[in-house]
């Protein structure tokens, strides 16, 4: 277990989409030492319930305050807009970051007026989705597409899966004809699906990911700004822990093995 008189960031998803946010914590604050834990025994999460999503998140929340967690990164759009706030009132004293889609930053760096949305079902129909779309983009296009299936193949590591180029080509494609020129990644999986993305938009329409906003934050409210040293990586989930080394190689994240000090852990949350 980590050291407790140290902070340590917690960082949790349903399973590798949040990867991209540990990425990018650990460049931003190397000196942090972070738990990332992938719940992949309820993986996805976004074709599930906004109770049973509650119920997930309370007892990841839980689970890695438990490990020593002084602070949480929610690394996932969809337990996010269903149960941030449930964790942040079970947990008063502990900072709690969340993920919500860059419809702020599509809006400002829009040039056409037209922005698309990629989302988890779930995420798609929040209520919280439609608040940030209204707050930040109300005179704005916004299309939002649930993009159903995505986050499981990225579980599986088939970032350029035929259901996903074709739901892009049937989907996505048809509103960069008519002028979308920001594409938010309403998702952590999808930060993986950039390449994929890129080559079939070819320039046309620019990828909007918040995982770096998502870690200075995170560093900023988890008090690791000032920390030197190196910080160390811990990896769990809650069903085949063994996998998670295999997919931060196969996800382009393989300098974080270097700060791993144990093999990956079994989180037991429930
Ligand atoms: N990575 C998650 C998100 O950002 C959820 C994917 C899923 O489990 O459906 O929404």
């Avoid at 960031?9 to 946010?21: R, W």
């Amino acid at each position: 277990m980590p050291d407790t008189q140290r902070p340590v960031i917690g960082v949790f998803d349903s399973g590798l989409g949040g990867l991209s946010v540990l990425g990018a914590l650990a460049e931003i604050c190397p000196a942090a030492d972070l738990i990332y834990a992938a719940d992949t025994a309820y993986v996805p999460y976004g074709n599930k319930s906004s109770e049973q999503i509650r119920v997930r998140v309370l007892a990841m929340g839980q689970a890695l305050i438990k490990e020593g967690c002084t602070a949480l990164v929610v690394a996932c759009n969809t337990a996010t807009a269903e149960a941030i706030e449930a964790l942040r009132g079970e947990h008063p004293s502990i900072p709690i970051v969340g993920v919500e889609p860059g419809i702020k930053p599509a809006a400002l760096n829009t040039e056409t007026g037209k922005i698309a949305v990629l989302a988890t079902a779930a995420t798609a129909k929040s209520q919280r989705l439609a608040d940030l779309i209204g707050r930040h983009a109300p005179h704005k296009t916004v299309h939002v597409i649930p993009c159903h299936g995505w986050a499981t193949e990225v579980e599986a590591l088939n970032l350029d899966a035929p259901s996903i180029v074709q739901d892009i080509n049937s989907q996505l494609l048809p509103l960069i004809e008519q002028g979308v020129d920001q594409v938010v990644l309403g998702c952590t999986h999808y930060d993986f699906l950039a390449p994929t993305l890129n080559q079939i938009i070819g320039g046309r329409a620019q990828l909007v990911g918040v995982a770096d906003a998502v870690a200075r934050q995170a560093c900023k409210v988890a008090g690791t700004e000032n920390l030197t040293g190196t910080g160390h990586i811990s990896l769990m989930s809650t069903m085949n822990p063994v996998y998670l080394p295999h997919a931060l190689s196969a996800l382009g994240l393989a300098a974080l093995l270097r700060k791993t000090t144990a093999p990956p852990q079994t989180i037991s949350a429930n």
